[in-house]
């Protein structure tokens, strides 16, 4: 029997088990290592991950997504109420003052919770996991945002019940990233040296967060976190998004937030175009076929125009770096390297963002995507 570490992140995770020869990610079945966090619904079955997350666009009203942010929480929450601007399926309050959400499955509406949607998604994972090792997997660890409450750990804890998982532990993703570096470097100050300061800066989908860790061989302690839950990859997303609907309204006449599906499709073509702008600072394209209306549209953006359209969020990972100096009391020169993980950091300005604040650049010692759940894993071995 295996433990597996599970990231579960806003947007995707991964599963990773630690194997005699090191640590292993595990495949999906679309061999892929990272699975959308993704649930839908449909006339004759449950869609998982990837399937999932395929079939969103025609199948809106039933493909939850986003449900990280929704655990533990109350329907009349300002947090949740601003998340549910966001989605094109129904959500609502139930008798309890919880959340429910609505869908239709198997051709009868049903309201689940977003532990029992999460418990959908764990069972998919540790389906996979079972797959791949052909072993039963019963026990896990799986990571959590530093900021989580206890409320939204004990949902956490509840959806994987649900899933017939046994959680030996919550582990903070940064501390799964920090742990992750410390077990592979061979280099550590012996354990009566002046330890070795270490950043971790972690930009995902949805929030931004950092730790500073001190090591030494054999040793690991959290000095500080940093943290902006509301601050991610999707933020861009959407600045980017408004920015080409107000394009679109002005050049074209066609109104991409009167129109869901428009408005969907749009958000995954700027997802595409980030990206791309991430390795290209040359004025890239954006084209939708058969946008609304029976319409095609096209547009383009460059780096720098994305930079300056998304200053907010960029001004608030800044803030948020200059933060752990602050918690940690720390100068840059007491700093001896800043360790980037997550997607978003993949963004130039993030990068430079980096440099700036510490004084040196960003490393990638730890693998961007995969860190997080492999720290989890460690702490099964
Ligand atoms: P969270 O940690 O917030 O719960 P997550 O762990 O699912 O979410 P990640 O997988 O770390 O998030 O990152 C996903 C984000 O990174 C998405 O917003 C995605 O668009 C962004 N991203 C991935 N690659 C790039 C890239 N090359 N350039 C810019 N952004 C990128
Ligand atoms: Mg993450």
């Given at each position: 029997?295996?433990?597996i570490?599970?990231?579960f992140g ?19 079945d ?20 990837v399937?999932?997350k ?5 199948n809106?009203?039933?493909?939850v997504?986003?449900f ?8 009349s929450d ?7 601007k966001?989605f ?5 309050q139930r ?9 239709n499955y198997l051709?009868e509406?049903?309201?689940?919770s ?5 418990a959908?998604?764990?069972?998919k ?10 072993t039963q997997?019963?026990?896990c660890?799986i990571s ?5 409450t206890?409320a ?11 899933a017939g ?19 592979y ?16 800066v972690d930009?995902g989908?949805?929030a931004l967060?950092v ?9 690991l ?5 940093s ?22 309204v002005?050049?074209l ?13 749009l ?13 290209n600072?040359?004025?890239l394209?954006?084209n939708?076929?058969?946008f609304?209306?029976?319409r ?5 953006m460059?780096r720098?125009?994305m930079e ?6 960029f ?6 770096l200059?933060?752990?100096?602050h ?5 840059p ?5 800043v360790?980037?993980v ?22 990638t010692?730890?693998?961007q995507d995969?860190?997080?759940?492999r ?7």
């Amino acid at each position: 029997m295996s433990v597996i570490g599970i990231d579960f992140g806003n947007e995707s995770c991964y599963v990773a088990v630690a194997k005699a020869g090191g640590i292993e990610t595990i495949t999906n079945d679309y061999s892929l290592r990272g699975t959308p966090s993704c649930v839908a619904f449909s006339p004759k079955n449950r869609i998982l991950g990837v399937a999932a997350k395929n079939q969103m666009v025609t199948n809106m009203k039933n493909t939850v997504f986003g449900f990280k942010r929704l655990l533990g929480r109350k329907f009349s929450d300002p947090h949740v109420q601003k998340e549910l601007k966001h989605f094109p399926f129904k959500v609502e309050q139930r008798p309890d003052g919880g959340i429910g959400i609505r869908v239709n499955y198997l051709g009868e509406d049903n309201v689940f919770s977003p532990e029992q949607i999460t418990a959908m998604l764990f069972t998919k994972l540790k389906d996979c996991a079972t797959t791949a090792l052909q072993t039963q997997i019963n026990d896990c660890v799986i990571s959590v945002p530093s900021y989580f409450t206890n409320a939204e750990r004990s949902a956490l804890l509840d959806a994987a019940a649900i899933a017939g998982l046994n959680v030996l532990r919550l582990m903070n993703e940064t501390t799964a990233t920090a742990l992750a570096y410390g077990i592979y470097k061979q280099d550590l100050p012996a354990p009566e040296d002046k330890p070795r300061n270490v950043v971790f800066v972690d930009f995902g989908h949805s929030a931004l967060q950092v730790a500073a860790c001190a090591f030494n061989k054999g040793k690991l302690r959290v000095l500080a976190t940093s943290s902006d839950p509301n601050c991610g990859g999707r933020d861009i997303d959407m600045a980017l998004a408004e920015y080409f609907c107000q394009d679109f309204v002005s050049r074209l006449k066609l109104d991409a937030r009167k129109n869901q599906r428009a408005f969907l499709r749009l958000l995954q073509e700027v997802e595409k175009l980030k990206k791309q702008m991430s390795a290209n600072s040359t004025r890239l394209p954006l084209n939708i076929e058969c946008f609304m209306e029976e319409r095609d549209v096209s547009g383009d953006m460059q780096r720098q125009q994305m930079e300056q359209i998304c200053a907010d969020t960029f001004n608030r990972v800044e803030r948020t770096l200059r933060g752990i100096l602050h918690n940690a009391k720390l100068r840059p020169e007491d700093i001896h390297s800043v360790e980037i993980v997550g997607g978003s950091t993949r963004i130039p300005a993030v990068k430079a963002l980096i440099e700036q604040v510490f004084g040196k650049q960003g490393s990638t010692t730890l693998n961007q995507d995969e860190a997080v759940s492999r720290g989890c894993a460690l702490q099964c071995a």
